[in-house]
């Protein structure tokens, strides 16, 4: 069964919706092409595949930390296009959600997937807000408002920016190989004020912290040759932020790289792909799942070396009842010159079954 009739049919669609797929001819991902706010802080449903993905560091009242994640994707389906009905599958909504804790060791996680109509999943347009059940994400005074309720976990975070879009790649044209086609929209808001609250084994406390929100949406973004990518947001303790990412071949070999490095000015500098280096020094492997994954990293950005450490190993999230995909998500530390400068998340891709999208 291919990836996105599996995603169909856990959203609870029939298997007669599975079989009738149809040609569509989705929005392109164009070079010089403005982002333009606020309207691209919603949701871009003539495009095949769009996200929401906010990360970032909480400190409990006795100072503990912890980690958290909250993911919400739009999928276009394809399915259904022509179809005036409200029951036709034209677009999900999936969601993932976790808890880092160090104090369990492992990840607390869980994850939801629905189809777009009658209340059960949704998405806005000129605003950012994505929802399934009674999980959402939304632009809620002056910032953003998480709300994840589960079994084992809930939180309820406010996540406010201290500026404007972080726009990455060429003004916001993320490549992703040297063939344009390859390519998404894709601006981050790093340095996010948070507080709010969380739930763990039923107990509510007050958090603080500070976070990381990424936006992107595409219709064609990875290549064939591409297994799976890593990827870095960090805000940094004087007030500035880097994103850096590489794509990699069956043989953890870069395809493609860049960064954008945000000073606490505001100003920003895009990092060509070569100067940008992932370099391994530390495995993991999975008790579960038996994937090994590099979970020490240096990461060259120019003239800069940086090493990244884990909050904890064990961060892999397994989604398969939504997205498919196993893959490891993670709060880490970054120190340059043995001293402690920022914290964020780490994304490992790919390291298990070639990641897919799309």
Do not use: C
Not at 2 to 15: I, K, S, V, Y
Not at 154 to 159: E, R, T, V
Not at 234 to 245: E, I, K, T
């Amino acid at each position: 069964m291919r990836r996105r009739d599996f995603l169909l049919l856990l959203a609870g669609l029939p298997a007669s919706a599975v079989a009738t797929g149809q040609a569509v001819d989705f929005a392109r991902v164009l070079p010089g092409r403005r982002l333009a706010f606020p309207a691209d802080y919603g949701a871009h449903p003539e495009f095949r595949t769009e996200w929401w993905y906010a990360t970032g560091w909480l400190t409990l009242p006795d100072g503990s930390p912890l980690g958290f994640q909250t993911t919400f994707f739009r999928v276009r389906t394809g399915i259904g296009e022509d179809n005036p009905s409200a029951f036709a599958p034209r677009q999900l909504i999936l969601a993932h959600a976790a808890i880092a804790d160090p104090v369990l060791g492992r990840l607390r996680h869980d994850e939801r997937a629905a189809r777009v109509g009658f209340g059960r999943a949704g998405f806005a347009i000129g605003e950012t807000g994505a929802w399934v059940g009674d999980w959402r994400f939304a632009q809620h005074a002056g910032g953003y408002r998480a709300e994840v309720r589960s079994r084992e976990f809930g939180y309820a975070l406010n996540l406010v920016p201290d500026g404007p879009p972080l726009l990455n790649g060429e003004a916001g044209f993320s490549a992703k190989a040297r063939d344009p086609r390859h390519a998404s929209y894709y601006y981050s808001r790093p340095q996010l004020t948070v507080d709010g609250s969380v739930t763990l084994a039923g107990k509510s406390q007050g958090v603080t912290g500070r976070a990381w929100l990424d936006h992107e949406w595409s219709s064609e973004l990875l290549p064939e040759e591409a297994q799976g990518w890593d990827w870095i947001g960090v805000n940094l303790d004087d007030g500035s932020a880097l994103m850096a990412f590489r794509l990699r071949d069956p043989h953890n070999q870069a395809l493609w790289s860049a960064a954008s490095v945000r000073q606490g000015n505001g100003s920003a500098e895009i990092l060509p792909a070569e100067a940008v280096v992932f370099e391994p020094l530390r495995h993991w492997q999975s008790p579960r799942t038996g994937i090994t994954y590099p979970v020490e990293w240096r990461v060259r950005l120019g003239r800069r070396e940086l090493l990244l450490r884990p909050l904890m190993d064990d961060q892999e999230l397994d989604s398969r009842r939504s997205t498919g995909a196993i893959y490891w998500e993670g709060a880490v530390r970054l120190s340059e010159g043995g001293r402690e400068v920022g914290r964020g998340y780490l994304e490992m891709t790919g390291y298990g079954e070639r990641i897919r999208l799309g």
